[in-house]
């Protein structure tokens, strides 16, 4: 018997150690298992921070997105409207150098005119010098002093309407009611 006793006592000590071997290791475990949630927490913490972080930079470029959108709108109508401007801005240099030609056209006519009336009023201070002529009346010696006198009104009244008239456009020429048209040249002069 007291090898039975001893061998329940042997198998009693080895279940001890046994149980304590494995209280051990549950504690542990346990703790293992603690630290292995509490990683877990800080793990999904961390995750639930990153999916916010993601649908944030989503967020963002969903904004950003829509302003590039926006800026490439307004870049496309300030490409229009620079178009538009400079199909102005060649149409307006054309009229202005078709403007400059007709200027330059109508000065060079301009200054033929003068040549012709200069010679004209030469030719009637020439006429008026000689005798028997008198000018405003038709000559009998030359007919071409009628015409002279037309163009000397012409350009007194022209003179007039240069340098004397308030309003050339509307205001009636001096020559329509005079009964003196040389006395008329003179004051105008």
Not at 154 to 173: G, K, L, Q, T, Y
Request: proline share 3%; glycine share 4%; net charge negative.
């Amino acid at each position: 018997m007291l090898v039975l006793l001893i061998i329940v006592l042997v198998v009693a000590a080895g279940l001890v150690v046994l149980w304590v071997l494995a209280e051990r290791k549950a504690s542990r475990t346990a703790a293992d298992r603690d630290q292995v949630a509490a990683r877990l927490g800080t793990t999904e913490g961390e995750l639930a921070a990153m999916t916010a972080e993601r649908d944030a930079g989503t967020e963002r470029i969903a904004t950003l997105a829509a302003q590039k959108a926006e800026v490439e709108a307004q870049r496309e109508q300030v490409e229009l409207d620079l178009a538009d401007t400079d199909d102005a801005l060649r149409k307006r240099t054309d009229l202005a150098d078709a403007q400059a030609m007709q200027i330059d056209t109508l000065s060079a006519e301009r200054d033929d005119l003068q040549q012709q009336l200069n010679s004209a009023e030469e030719r009637i201070v020439t006429l008026a010098a000689r005798p028997g002529v008198v000018v405003g009346e038709v000559a009998t010696e030359d007919t071409g002093a009628e015409m002279l006198w037309d163009l000397e009104v012409a350009r007194s009244e022209r003179a007039w309407r240069n340098s004397v008239a308030i309003n050339p456009v509307d205001d009636p020429s001096p020559f329509e009611s005079t009964q003196d048209p040389l006395r008329t040249a003179v004051e105008i002069e």
